[in-house]
């Protein structure tokens, strides 16, 4: 019984390049949660996302990212013209419900910009 | 807003000790608590989930209290091990939001043998 599947496990780009990031959820789960870690702070919320609805980006920066879910495929967070601020880990989370049942992380995908 | 706090920040004990680590969040209204485990590179592992009608959870050697009215969520490692060596993070998930985790900063734990 796979865990969340996230990949690639490192990536690095340059300013300016886009950032691509994948999650498949663990099996049975309909609900994705992407989390950014940056240095020396805690994991931080971004999005929340349904297959085909995105349902709560309040934690999501207004500019540049983006996330879908689409009903085939993995769950894809995109990052376009990155900078260096955005280098961090970033984890995928996913749940079979809403509220009472917890939410199981993958390993996070390390960006690196140069 | 919700905030989180773990203290300490970081802690190191000789093997074999039993310890506390401790959670406390600003605004009761919570719907669960959530403890994971943290390795160096590594994702996150769920530990133990408390329901906010819950006052503890226990699997193995790990007992999680909850007290909603204070704020404060507090995790016993009985009879530590090298192997608990991590950083141990609390994540409440707000009643109202509903989705969304948030976390405290962690508590980063040395056992040494």
């Known amino acids: 019984n796979a865990g969340v599947m996230q990949n690639p496990r490192h990536l690095v780009r340059r300013r300016g390049q886009e950032a691509r990031l994948r999650c498949s959820p663990m099996k049975g789960h309909s609900h994705v949660y992407w989390y950014r870690q940056l240095p020396e702070e805690g994991l931080k919320f971004m999005v929340y996302l349904q297959k085909e609805n995105i349902i709560d980006e309040s934690g999501m920066p207004k500019e540049r990212f983006s996330a879908e879910f689409p009903k085939e495929g993995p769950s894809i967070l995109r990052i376009q013209q990155v900078v260096r601020g955005d280098s961090a880990a970033y984890f995928c989370?996913?749940?079979?419900?809403?509220?009472?049942?917890?939410?199981?992380f993958g390993d996070g995908t390390r960006l690196s910009i140069l | 807003k919700q905030e989180v706090t773990q203290i300490p920040a970081a802690l190191s004990v000789p093997e074999g000790e039993n310890l506390v680590l401790n959670c406390s969040f600003t605004d009761s209204a919570i719907y669960n608590l959530q403890w994971f485990r943290q390795d160096p590179g590594k994702g996150l592992t769920s530990l133990l989930l408390i329901q906010s009608s819950q006052r503890e959870q226990t699997s193995g050697r790990l007992n999680a209290s909850l007290d909603k009215s204070s704020g404060r969520s507090t995790l016993y490692i009985a009879a530590s091990q090298p192997g608990d060596s991590a950083t141990y993070l609390c994540?409440?998930?707000?009643?109202?939001?509903?989705?969304?985790?948030?976390f405290g900063k962690g508590t980063a734990l040395s056992v040494s043998s």
């Open positions: 989370a996913s749940s079979p419900f809403r509220g009472d049942q917890p939410q199981h």
């Open positions: 994540a409440v998930r707000p009643g109202q939001a509903g989705t969304a985790l948030i």
